[in-house]
């Protein structure tokens, strides 16, 4: 059984930092690739980062690309979101996500949000100003 469990969210002032984690247990037998997503109150859930296990390649959205880095730590089975000159806009629940990178690749990338087999409970961050 898959569990991707997030943590590392909460609350930081405009221009800081946070480290979000995504521990994944089960995931076995195929390359997965694990990503980030987010959803603000009343709008779709929108792909943040991406991770491509076969061979680290990454992807990044245009909102956050320069501020945000993924990475990941095999030996843990765990994948960071780390987020630097966090911004208002950026206040919303992140969730953590998994597909084969097969069914992604057929899907056109990573945005789909419906190519997802497995998500996270999400974890909140909040901006302040």
């Known amino acids: 059984e898959v569990h991707l469990v997030e943590s590392g969210g909460g609350l930081v002032q405009a221009g800081g930092s946070l480290r979000l984690s995504c521990a994944a247990s089960?995931?076995?037998?195929?390359?997965?690739?694990i990503a980030w997503f987010r959803q603000a109150p009343g709008k779709e859930r929108e792909v943040v980062s991406c991770?491509?296990?076969?061979?680290?390649?990454?992807y990044y959205a245009d909102s956050v690309k320069g501020r945000f880095a993924i990475s990941r730590d095999k030996a843990k089975n765990t994948v960071y979101l780390r987020m630097n000159s966090l911004k208002r806009e950026d206040t919303t629940v992140y969730y953590c996500?998994?597909?084969?990178?097969?069914?992604?690749?057929?899907?056109?990338?990573?945005?789909?949000?419906?190519?997802?087999?497995?998500w996270g409970q999400g974890t909140q961050v909040t901006v302040s100003s």
């Open positions: 996500a998994a597909s084969r990178e097969a069914r992604l690749i057929d899907g056109g990338g990573p945005e789909g949000k419906n190519e997802y087999d497995y």
């Open positions: 089960g995931l076995a037998g195929a390359d997965y690739a």
């Open positions: 991770f491509w296990t076969s061979d680290a390649g990454t």
